[in-house]
């Protein structure tokens, strides 16, 4: 067995909280300094450049690219072989207490009905699976309410099949027009059930921007999906272009033979991910 | 691309008139923010009869829950939010004098007859240039609701603050002639 603190994981949340907030990750930065050639749109690309200049701002002077920093979504893998001295979510917890209070970053987590504040942004969600070997993964993807808002789950019937997915897809993007900070990046999670199509949606949301499902079939619905996306004219903060979204990312899990769960979570041009192993 | 209009505030009716959608600002003057629970109480205020903290006429609010300052900053990150959901707040506040509203995202057809019945604009800042917007901000007070951390009401004096006109006053939608412009299909 591996020991490892609850003080060490505190410890790697919170550098990551910040760290996620105020450092754009290649793939995303890359992501949009490419788009700015591909946008036809005068505004579109004036837009895309303000974006540019403001995540280099963020990250040479370490202020939070987006004010919406996030409600805290974690993804660990806790290798089996791991003896952990303390509770993992309590360790999580307080590396967000602290590393949105040390940060600067603004604190948006509340009651769902009283409204009311909770003042550290905690607690975080937190998605936990043991897998094979001795460390713990530790994937941390703020996530801002302006395209989380934009998301939306639906149980299709199996006669709707792949066409019933594109239609749910596109319709969702397409009223959500401006709302959610395009380009965006789409997740979308086919199969499983209720809750696990939104997990797989969320989960697709990490992968690096641009890379493609290594099932052929899924590879070329993410994009098709990807082109028609483009193809809607909404563009950079829905004033038109031809750069909607960045990248369209599946996720997929075997269903029951009488349902065809979809989810589609919406992320911003703010993907902000980064891991820490211990 | 055509040069951004400077714009002054508080806005006249001229001002906002000579506006069109899809014109690059630059506003300078003072402007007050205010989200989702400011604006809640702000409507209850006026339900119970009393004066709002500050004086509404010809102003323009920005939907903004910014970062905390780091010390000695002014202020944090302070980009926009989404505008839909003040639009249930929106149309009682244009019938008062609001002149103008900074956000993102689309607004509802009632918000829209508001602004064309009081000659409003409604305006857009890119969504997620906090950092970068911030740099606008020369003064920043909290006016009222100090409680509501983020979503207080406060004061913001800017210089050349990035927007773009969204909608104007005479029915110029943005998002409309924009994704007409440059949708391929159906």
């Known amino acids: 067995m591996k020991k490892v603190l ?28 490419t788009s700015l050639a591909r946008e036809q ?5 004036d837009v895309l450049s303000q974006i540019i200049t403001n995540f280099e701002i963020a990250d040479k002077e370490s202020l939070p690219m987006c004010q919406d920093t996030g409600i805290a979504v974690f993804f660990i893998e806790v290798g089996r072989l791991v003896e952990l001295d303390g509770s993992l979510e309590d360790a999580v917890n307080e590396g967000v207490r602290q590393g ?57 019937k199996p006669a709707e099949g792949v066409n019933g997915i594109k239609a749910f897809v596109l319709d969702t993007v397409r009223s959500a027009g401006g709302n959610p900070c395009p380009p965006i990046v789409v997740g979308v999670g086919i199969g499983g059930s209720f ?15 641009g890379s493609k499902h290594t099932d052929a079939e899924v590879a070329a619905l ?39 769960p979809v989810a589609i979570n919406i992320q911003c041009h703010a993907g902000r991910h980064k891991e820490a192993v211990l | 691309m055509t040069e951004p209009i400077r714009i002054t505030l508080p806005l006249s009716d001229a001002d ?16 007050y923010t205010a989200r989702d629970a400011a604006h809640k109480r702000l409507i209850e205020l006026l339900d119970r009869g009393e004066k709002l903290p ?52 689309a607004r509802s057809k009632e918000v829209l007859d508001a602004m064309n019945r009081n000659k409003a604009v409604y305006l857009a800042a890119v969504g997620g240039a906090a ?56």
């Open chain 2, 16 to 31: 906002v008139l000579s506006l069109k959608a899809g014109d690059k600002v630059l506003i300078s003057g003072v402007m």
């Open chain 1, 41 to 45: 749109s005068p505004l579109g690309r």
């Open chain 1, 222 to 260: 993410e994009a098709e999906l990807l082109k028609s996306i483009n193809d809607l004219g909404i563009g950079p903060m829905g004033f038109g272009g031809v750069v909607t979204a960045l990248a369209v990312h599946i996720e997929t899990y075997p269903c029951h033979i009488a349902s065809l």
């Open chain 1, 100 to 156: 949105y209070k040390d940060g600067y970053l603004r604190k948006s987590v509340c009651h769902p009905l009283k409204r009311v504040n909770t003042g550290d942004n905690t607690p975080a969600i937190i998605h936990t699976t043991i897998v094979e070997g001795d460390r713990v993964k530790i994937k941390i993807a703020p996530k801002g309410a302006g395209s989380e808002n934009m998301s939306a789950l639906k149980m299709l």
């Open chain 2, 54 to 105: 500050f004086d509404i006429k010809g102003q323009i609010v920005y939907y903004v829950g910014p970062t905390p300052a780091k010390p000695g900053a002014i202020i944090g990150s302070a980009g926009p939010t989404t505008s839909g959901r003040m639009d249930a707040y929106t149309p009682r506040l244009l019938d008062l004098g609001l002149k103008g509203m900074v956000g993102k995202g």
């Open chain 1, 6 to 33: 609850s003080s060490e994981i505190t410890k790697a949340v919170r550098a990551l909280c910040i760290s996620a907030a105020c450092n754009l990750e290649p793939d995303v930065a890359g992501a949009l300094r």
């Open chain 2, 131 to 186: 950092a970068l917007i911030a740099r606008s901000i020369k003064k920043a007070e909290i006016i009222a609701y100090e409680d509501l951390g983020p979503e207080a009401i406060r004061r913001l004096e800017v210089v050349d603050f990035p927007a773009i006109v969204v909608n104007d006053a005479s029915g110029g939608d943005l998002f409309k002639q924009g994704v007409e412009k440059y949708r391929r299909v159906a």
């Open chain 1, 195 to 209: 809750e696990k199509s939104a997990i797989l949606a969320k989960k697709a949301l990490l992968r690096s921007i």
